[in-house]
Each structure stands twice: as structure tokens, then as C-alpha cells.
């Protein structure tokens, strides 16, 4: 089965859709039942990205999958139609819950191009029951369309390794508005730990300016592993996920973890996290002091609800939707 995967995510992000990509083609790559036809145009630039959008997806993309049996997109950035039966993924739809999160370009590109492209699927990936329902209810997309395929995450993410010093609660993700970074912060004021956050900056304007909050960058994910482990809590009370990989990352390297309630990321944490209201600061701040002061009881959780997410199991489930959608129509 040759399957074409388009790789353009890889050279505008390395957050959630990149990492996606990443852990998806480096299972796939050791695979014998799989031959993977990578396809990209462009560079990360603005103007290219737009171009990529307005262009080569509806137009170019469609034409190099002529050679392949199945295409995967592995966002809503694909094409309106499609000769080889076409996958989509997606990770969420912020894009329309959430506009106002989102610039001008992203916005309009989201209420004409989502729509179509959802249509155009065979078969399209939601990455957890939360994403299945957003697309049932914003797109009216056909349940009977969907697979939910929770993401994989990296090996690299363990217990055992080496672990950051100092006393610190960790955020990762990056610096916009719906990662409600303002709360946590206000959140951590007075709290006997430095707040460390990992994650470019996005759009927005996210002011993290407080001698209590150290802002990292993006770091390797070998780096993040030791900064998981040496945490005394993961904090993601993040305002709209469809799934949240650093909920999943810090549970596999045995911290706990304090998430929102009430949509993907309750999900993903199955139990094993503290859950908490992303738009209190005080349900936040009191969600970290019971992180750090049950760890003994959250740590054995995470681990477990951690191998749910193993990348050879996310691969499988992948390429049985590669197939699924190579079968004749009913």
C-alpha cells in the first residue's frame, strides 16, 4: 500500500500536528506493509503558507496523488478533491469554536476551505471522542465517516532518565491566548515554585513579564523528558484542546498532572490527572497544590493511562484506516 503523507506541518510548527507527523511517520517508516510517499511544497514563510493554502492544496497536491493509493493529510489543510482516496485528521476545530484565537488569514481560510475538505474525505481521523463530537455538531460530518485514533506519543517521554533541578511547576505549549497562560501565571502567584513554561511564542501578544516565570523557548524533546520528570506538577489549563500531548507526556514520565475539565483534555486524562476550571485561577492554584500533595496516588495512575498511547498502537489503528478506506464503497 502506497500511501503519500503530506509533510508541509513539519516546516511551519513543531507543536501538536508536527509532533503528530513525527512519531506517525518514524512508526510507519518501520513498517513492511506501508511505503511512504512524502509529499511538501514551500518553506515555512507567511506569504509561502498562504500561497500552500490558496494553491498547491486545491491544485497541486491533488495531482501527486495520482501516484499513490491512499493520501493522508494529516490536518484539515488539504485538498477539495481528491483521485486516491483521501484521509484528513483532525486535531480540533478551534478554528471554528474559537476564531477570535486565530488571525484574520487562518479565519477566513477556516470558514470556506474546513468545510470542503472535510467533505472531500473518505475517511477522516479525530484524535479523540471529544474532536468526533465538535465535527458531528460544527460540520455535521456523518459519525459513521469518523475514526477516533487517540495520538501516540514519543519513547523518549519515561520515568527513568535524568530529571530537571529546582523547584518548579511546568507548562508547555505555546504562547497564545487559548493556552490561558494569564490565569496560570495568576494562578502560581505565591506558590513556593518557580512557574517554567516551554513553547514558542505565537500570535497574540501572551505577556509572561513576572520574576516567578521563566519562559524556555522550545526545547528538544530529550530536554523536555528531563524538565517532565524534574516538575512537581504539570499545569495545562488550556481553554480548547482536541487532545493535549503534554497531559499524555508528563503522565508517561511519571508527574503529575493538572488539567481542564470538561473537554478533550478530561479525556485524554482518563482519571489520572487533577482536573480543574481553566477559567478560575483558584481552582487552578488549588488543582497544582493537590498534584504535588497527592503525587504518590497520581504518579501510579498516570503511568498506567500513559500506555494507552503507545506509538506502535496509534500507528496500527492508523493504517487499518489507511485500508478501510482503500475497500470498495459499500
Known sequence: MRVGIDLSPLRLT?????????????ELEARDDVELAPIAWGGSGRIT?????????????????RRVDVLHCPSYRAPFRSPAPLVVTVHDLALLRHPEVFNRWSRGYGRVAVPRVVRAARLVIAVSKFTRDELVELLD?????????????????????????????????????????????EATRGLDAELRIVGRRGWGDVDVDESRVRCLGEVPDEELAVLYRGARCVAYPSLYEGFGYPVVEGMACGTPVVTSAGGATEEI??????????????SIRAGIEEAIGHRDTLVPKGLARAQAFAPGRFAEATVAVYREALAPLQ
Do not use: C, M, Q
Open 269 to 282: 486524562a482518563g482519571g489520572a490527572a487533577v482536573l480543574v476550571d481553566p477559567l478560575d485561577p483558584a
Open 141 to 185: 460530518v456523518d459519525a459513521e465517516r469518523i475514526r477516533v485514533v487517540p495520538n501516540g506519543i514519543s519513547g523518549l517521554f519515561t520515568p527513568e532518565g535524568p530529571a530537571g533541578e529546582g523547584d518548579y511547576v511546568l507548562a508547555v505549549g505555546t504562547l497564545e491566548p487559548r493556552k490561558n497562560l494569564h490565569r496560570l501565571i
Open 49 to 65: 503558507a498562504a500561497v500552500r493554502d490558496a494553491a498547491w492544496y486545491p491544485v497541486a497536491l491533488p495531482r501527486a496523488a
Open 14 to 26: 513543531r507543536a501538536g500536528t508536527a509532533r503528530y507527523l513525527r512519531i506517525l511517520l518514524a
